[in-house]
């Protein structure tokens, strides 16, 4: 399977949402053994973050940005992934699913939708389209009013993520892992009809590097393509991805299997802009948590100082010194764990990063955990932007089939107590999960919310609010034959 320049490989992708300005230049490409004229896009505007928005729309688009076909460490097929369309509101949904692939040559399907009011939708991906390494999905709302998410299922344990309703000319990864034999894929999908340009940069601790071949790369229009880890700087455990489009909007997200300190399997949507702040509520020290490292990328052309606390820690030592800083070099990526702030206390706590820089930086956070059976599982996942602070309500498509004890990761962002209430949508609308019901939720504080066995929880769409301004991370069994959890923030609105 060809799947870059040198190989001479187009691949069929596709995922995430607003469409992009169209100038009126041209140039000239080959489409099906003709001449055909192909855009000049105009410079986009800053893409809108993925949220959950009110049915007032004349339609909503969603970019899923793909599940594995194939396991590329053993070569085994019959994988996928499902996504998941939500209705919160009180009549039917029509949503269009368009879903693509990286096999050459063959088209998108599209598949009609219709979502009953306060219920979900499920589309089997592989069901759809079971040819390709690779599938992704578009998802087009009639009216708006819905939400969507993804799960990506492997034979390293199943992995959520919240479907982009943004497009965007540059997106950005900052904890990139390729030791020891792990693999990883970055997936650019193009969901639009004409032809998009990429050029891809890697940034260690220490130097960027720009690959020939993966500069000038085309992208065809409603199609996937694949970059593998044979492409990427070898053995190394930091290591910040940027990619950008000069011509054309795209989506990404990054697929890993890892082998080594870190085991499992993470998929997660990269970010489509810095942010000079970014929240990650899901902290911990205590046996179960090997370590909490996160990777600070500066795309900038400057040198940044970032600023970081650890919040929502109560009864700290005297000794306890809860900030530090780093200076992020220009087009560098800094990481640590949180083991280097000396005399932690045990329990759950959560961190906030800022900087002064118009740029902005951006910031992944790797957790691994040991399972209990002597092995470890590791989860990557993004912390909320600027964008993301204003919410004090959540949702989420995918919840869970079964009870899940510190399933929800709720931070407070207010210096006040308030509350928190967990509801479901089922048949009755949201309503209030019994026992979930105005949990307390201290000043600047984080807590975590067990899942009952409570037929009100289990299988429905999930909706956390707060009297307080929140960020809400989740912790999912990764599959029910498989330890560990996969984490992922929920959708702000």
Known sequence: MRRLPIRRRSVMLAAVVLLPAIGAGAALATRGGELAELPTFAAPA????????????????????????????????????????????????????TVFTTEEGVLPIEQEVQVEARSTSEVNLATVQPDGDYVAAMVEIAGGGGFVEQRADHA?????????????????????????????????????????????????RDARRSPQELQGMPVQGRSIRVVSEEFMPKDEAILAADIRASRGRIVVARAQRYVGERRGFSLTLAAPAASPEWWFADGEKSDSVAFERYSIYNPGDRDV?????????????????????????????VSFTTKEFENMPEGRHYLTFSTQSEAGIVVERGITRTTGDTGVVTAVSLGAPQVFLGYMRWSMAIGTSEPVSQMLIVANLDFVDGTVTVKSIGPGGEQPIPGLEDIELPASGVIAIDIPDDVAALGLPLIVESTNRIIVERSLPRAADRLGRSGSLALPG
């Open 156 to 204: 390293d344990g199943s992995a959520v993520s919240p479907c982009s309703n943004s497009t965007s000319d540059e997106w950005f990864l900052a904890d990139n892992y390729t030791l020891n034999d792990s693999n990883e894929d970055l997936i650019i999908v193009n969901p639009y009809p004409d032809i998009a340009i990429v050029d891809i940069t890697f940034a260690s």
């Open 46 to 97: 800053a893409p809108s973050p993925p949220y959950v928005p009110a049915r007032d729309l004349l339609s909503a688009t969603w970019f899923c940005a793909g599940v594995p076909m194939v396991d590329r460490g053993v070569g085994d097929r019959g994988l996928g992934g499902v996504v998941v369309v939500a209705n919160p509101g009180d009549t039917p949904l029509d949503a269009l699913v």
């Open 305 to 333: 100082t970032v600023d970081v606390a650890v919040l929502g820690i109560t009864d700290a030592p005297n000794d306890f010194v809860p900030i530090r800083s780093d200076v992020v070099p220009a087009g560098q990526v």
